[in-house]
C-alpha cells in the first residue's frame, strides 16, 4: 500500500500519520416519511463525528426518508422531499471535513432505486444503487424499488448537481492512496457472492453498508457472524449501519445494531435496543488489511479470475483533509499482543497451543520409531514447558513417563532454586532424572583454549558463556546417542527472534524444538494455565508456580549467592513483554519500526508500561539483533507453528538472507521522537 505519510501529519503522535483512519456509523432516531427532521439527525451525527476526528460516516438505509415507509415510497410528494433534503444536507455539511454515506429512494428514468449518497463537503460524489432486492418473508422491497444493476445511465442529476451513478463505484481518498470505499446496501450482503467481494479484489479497503435489517430473536447474533465473515473473506474493514429507533414497528422491530470490522476482528459495536442517536466509532488499519493482502496471495489470484467483473469497476476520487495534532488511537491495543486479554479465551489459546506441540512431538517419535526422549532441566520457564509436553507426548503415545531422560545440568552461574525447582520437577512428572555438573569438563576446555577464567581470573566473557551453554547440549546429545533417543530442545520464539541463544553445539539446536514458535511471554501463560489445569498433581501444581515466578536468566554469569539467578536477560536484551510486542508487529504484519513504536506507545503508556524513550531503545536493540542473528534462524531444528503471530522457520513463515543489513529499519526508527 503507497504510504500516506507524504500527505499526512508528520506528528508521530497522530494516528493517521500511521495508516490508521477514524471511521463512524452513525445510528440517527428517524421519522417515517419526514425528511426534514431526518436531515436535522443526520447534520448532528456528522458534526459529532468531524469532531471525533472521524473522516468517514457510513448512515443507515433509506435513514432520509425512513426505511420503514412502504408503499410511501411511490408518493411523489416523499421522493421530492427526500431530493431536497438531501440538497439541504449537503449545503449544511458543506464546512464538516467528513465524508459520509446517506441513504435516500432516487428516481431514474420512471424507476425507483434503493440508494446510497456519497457526500463529502458538499458534494455529492456518487450515488450507489442496491442490487439485491429481499421479497421474501417480511420484506417487499421488490414491490417498491428497482435492482440497481437495471439501470443502464452512468450519472444521475440530483439534489442540484450530477454525479456517478451505479454498483460498480469506488472511492479513492486522494490524501490516503490506501482509503478506498465502496458501498453496498443490506441484503447485498447476505447474498452468496456480495458486490463487496467483487469490490474488494478491485481495490476496496474499506466496505460500508447502509442496512435496516429489523430484528428478531438471535438475528444480531448470525447478522454478527455474516459481516465478521466478510470483512475476513475481503481482507478488508466493514463499517455496517443499522436502522434503530423511530423506523415503524407496525410489524417490526429495529436494534440499531451497528458495527465496525477488521479482517475479522470487531472493533466497535453499538448498544442494541437504544433510544438515542447513536456514533460508533473505530480506528482502522489500513496497513494491516495491505500487509494481509500482500502476503495472502490467493486474493491476488482471485483478482486474475474475476478480471471481467473488475474491469467495470469506477473510481471517483475524493479529499478530507487529516486531523491535525496529537491524535492517539482510540481503539485497545493489547500490551501482550500474543496472550488474549480474555480469561476464558487465553485459557482455550494455552490448550490449543500444548495440544499443538504434544501432538508435534507424538507425531515424531511415532515417525521415527524412537521411544525416548532427553531434555536438559533448568528449572526456568521453557524446559518446564518442553518437559512438560514431554510427559503429555509419553501419555498419548502410551509410553511410559520414565522413557523421559531429564538432567539438570548446573554450571558456575546456577542457582539453588533453579537447582531445586528442576529437582521437583522431575520428580513429580514421573521422569528419569539425573544430575551432571558440568563444571569439570567446562574447565577442562577453558583450560585447553587458555581462558583467563582458568587461571583464576574473574573474566565472564561470551566464551566463557558459551563453553557452559555448549558443554549442556554436547552431554545432552551423546546421552541421546548412548540410550536412542530424541533431544528435545527447549528455546523459545523469543530466544530465536533476539538471537538469545547459543548456536549450533548449544541451545539453538535439538532434535525436535518444540517451543521454537511460542514466545516467551505465551510460555509463562501455558505454565500457569496447566498448574490450574489439574492436569498434574497439586505438587506439581505449586513447583510450576514457583518456576513462573523465577527471574528469566540463562545461568551462565555467577554473581552474588541470592535466592534468585543473578544473571537476568531482560537487563540485557530488554523486557521480553515489549520485545514481543516488537516482534509480533514486525513478523506478523511487516510495520515499519516507527508505526511499531507508535502502536507500542499506545499500549504500553501509562501505568506500569514503558515511556517512548524506553521504547525507543529497545526496539533499536531489537532491530540490531534479530538481523545480526537471522544465520541462527537458518539453521532451525524442527518444530511445529503453533500461531498467526508466525514462527521464524526457514521452512515456515520466515525466509531472510542471514548478510541482510538493518540500515533501513533503522532509518525508519530515527523518526521515532526520543520522548513522548
Partial sequence: MPSARSAAPQDFFNLYRHDFVRVAAATPTVRVAEPEFNVDGTVELMRKA????????????????????????????????????????????????????????????????????????????????????????????????????????????????????????????????????????????????????????????????????????????????????????????????????????????WDGHAMIWENGTLLAESRRFHDAPQLTLADVDLGRLAADRMRQNSFGQSLRRHAAEMSRFRSIAFSVPFPKGRLPLARTIARLPFVPDDPATRDARCEEVYQIQVQGLAMRMRATGIEKLVIGVSGGLDSTQALLVCA???????????????????????????????????????????????????????????????????????????????????????????????????????????????????????????????????????????????????????????????RISPELVPGRRSDQPAQASESAIGPYALQDFHLYYLLRFGYSPSKVAFLAWNAWRGAGGYGLAEIRKWLRVFLQRFFWNQFKRSALPNGPKVGSGGSLSPRGDWRAPSDASAAAWLADLERVPRRG
Fill in 50 to 253: 468531524e469532531r471525533a476526528k472521524a473522516i468517514l460516516a457510513v448512515f443507515p438505509e433509506l435513514g432520509l426518508s425512513a426505511y420503514s415507509c412502504e408503499d410511501l415510497f411511490h408518493q411523489k410528494a416523499l421522493i421530492d422531499e427526500a431530493e431536497a433534503a438531501l440538497s439541504r444536507l449537503l449545503a449544511r455539511t458543506r464546512d464538516l471535513r467528513l465524508a459520509a454515506f446517506v441513504g435516500l429512494p432516487v428516481q431514474v428514468e420512471g424507476l425507483l432505486y434503493n440508494c446510497a449518497a456519497f457526500i463529502c463537503r458538499g458534494e455529492l460524489l456518487g450515488v450507489v444503487s442496491k442490487q439485491y432486492l429481499p421479497n421474501y418473508r417480511e420484506f417487499y422491497e421488490l414491490r417498491q424499488f428497482t435492482p440497481g444493476d437495471a439501470c443502464t445511465r452512468g450519472e444521475v442529476a440530483l439534489a442540484g448537481q450530477t454525479a456517478p451513478f451505479g454498483t460498480n463505484l469506488l472511492f479513492r481518498h486522494r490524501e490516503q492512496p490506501g482509503l478506498v470505499v465502496f458501498a453496498e446496501i443490506c441484503e447485498d450482503l447476505w447474498v452468496p457472492a456480495p458486490p463487496s467481494s467483487f469490490a474488494a479484489l478491485a481495490g476496496a479497503t474499506v466496505i460500508a453498508n447502509l442496512s435496516a435489517s429489523n430484528v428478531v430473536v438471535g438475528k444480531h447474533e448470525y447478522r454478527r457472524a455474516l459481516v465478521a465473515n466478510q470483512s475476513a473473506r475481503c481482507l478488508s474493514a466493514y463499517v455496517y449501519g443499522a436502522a434503530g429507533a423511530g423506523e415503524s414497528t407496525t410489524d417490526l422491530a
Fill in 392 to 550: 503429555k507426548a509419553m501419555d498419548r503415545l502410551g509410553l511410559p513417563r520414565k522413557n523421559i531422560l531429564a538432567y539438570t545440568l548446573p554450571g558456575f552461574a546456577t542457582a539453588e532454586r533453579t537447582k531445586r525447582q528442576a529437582w521437583e520437577l522431575m520428580r513429580t512428572v514421573g521422569a528419569s532424572a539425573e544430575e551432571i555438573d558440568i563444571r569439570p569438563s567446562c574447565m577442562q576446555m577453558l583450560r585447553d583454549l587458555k581462558h583467563p577464567y582458568a587461571r583464576g581470573r574473574r573474566v565472564f566473557d561470551v566464551t566463557f558463556e558459551n563453553v557452559q551453554a555448549g558443554e549442556r547440549t554436547s552431554h545432552l546429545f551423546r546421552l541421546a546417542n548412548m540410550h536412542a533417543a530424541l533431544v528435545v530442545g527447549t528455546s523459545d520464539l523469543s530466544e530465536l527472534a533476539l538471537g538469545w541463544c547459543t548456536y549450533g553445539v548449544g541451545d539453538q539446536m535439538s532434535h525436535y524444538a518444540v517451543n521454537a514458535s511460542v514466545p516467551k511471554t505465551l510460555v509463562a501463560h501455558l505454565i500457569g494455565w496447566i498448574a490450574r489445569s489439574g492436569q498434574f498433581d497439586a505438587s506439581t501444581a505449586r513447583t510450576l508456580e514457583r518456576i513462573v515466578q523465577t
